[in-house]
């Protein structure tokens, strides 16, 4: 666990706004003023520069998982918009993981899955009030992230 930075001038400036915080380091860097950085602040604002990835693929994933549990439990509302949510939600999904290979480690993970798979039921029961949904996630990664395949009944 990291210690707290010294309260200084620049921590201050970090604390009471970060964009201006950012454009300065950013100038202290291109400038080699190295011993200026506020090396903690760096250090935790790189770090969730990487929990900010994490966060936007398993958003993508649970609401690409939710519209694919509406699509396969609600044939009759099935229509363009919900197609074309799948379709743009796939799409962000694979450009995520192209930008961020890393990224596709996560999509191995037990764990994550079904926790991505329990944000994405209670997304589907909230909106249409569906019940008993199968519990884990009958759908392989392949098939979820498969922009021709969608299921059925």
């Known amino acids: 666990m990291s210690q ?20 300065h380091q950013a100038a202290l860097l291109r400038a080699g003023r190295f011993h200026e ?7 935790d604002e790189i770090e969730d520069v990487g929990k900010s990835e994490q966060r936007e693929l398993a958003s993508r994933m649970a609401v690409l998982l939710a519209h694919l549990i509406k699509w396969r439990y609600q ?8 197609l074309l949510t799948i ?10 993981l192209k930008r961020t290979p890393s990224l ?25 009030g569906l019940e008993d949904l199968p519990e884990p996630c009958p759908w392989s990664t392949e098939q979820i992230l498969d922009p021709d395949w969608l299921p059925q009944d």
Request: charged share 30%.
């Open 37 to 43: 950085l506020d090396i903690e602040h760096i250090a």
């Open 87 to 96: 379709r743009n939600q796939r799409k962000g999904v694979a450009l995520r």
């Open 4 to 23: 707290e930075a010294p309260h200084t001038e620049q921590s201050a400036t970090y604390e009471a706004d970060i964009i201006a915080w950012a454009n």
């Open 75 to 82: 044939p009759e509302r099935r229509g363009k918009s919900r």
């Open 104 to 128: 596709k480690s996560m999509l191995r993970d037990s764990e994550w899955q079904q926790a991505i798979w329990a944000d994405a039921l209670s997304a589907a029961t909230a909106e249409t």
